[in-house]
């Protein structure tokens, strides 16, 4: 019990630290959601009647994000595998089709100079999220698994690695 009420502070300071970023997040996706957004033309009554030439639809869109701090060096795509309870992890949740964009962003200072957004439809069907691979394990009972950018481009996962140089 004392080690959820452990990881649960830990979950609120996390969350506490990326919710500023959230923001940058959103300006970020918006240059890079154009595939999920459609225009259709209105109906010749609409057109007539409510002066409405174009209708812009767009698919709902669930988007998982992570940012990772300045002292993290290591460019790869990490995804939560397990934790010391029973409780599903971010992997599970992926697999069972939850988060269709994940966004995924390295800080520096006040800005994500550095980030990536993974198509996550793709990342199912490519068959990654459910191939054996080598599980890490953090010192807090937790384990994660890692892709590389390398391997997300090779399988079609990845939709940008924007990268500014500093």
Known sequence: ?????????????????????????????????????????????????????????????????RLRRDSYTMRDFTIRYSVPSDAKTEIHKLRQGFGQVYFYGWVKGNAIPEYIIVDMANMRQSGLLTTPRRIFHNTDKTSFVAYSIAELRQHNCLVIHHKEYT
């Open 1 to 65: 019990m004392a080690h959820d009420s452990n990881r649960q502070n830990q979950f609120a300071l996390n969350f506490k630290w990326q919710e500023p970023y959230l923001p940058i997040v959103s300006q970020h996706l918006q240059e890079h959601i154009a595939p999920y957004i459609r225009f259709k033309v209105a109906p010749p009554k609409d057109d007539m009647e409510r002066c409405m030439d174009l209708i812009l639809t767009a698919q709902d869109l669930s988007i998982a994000v």
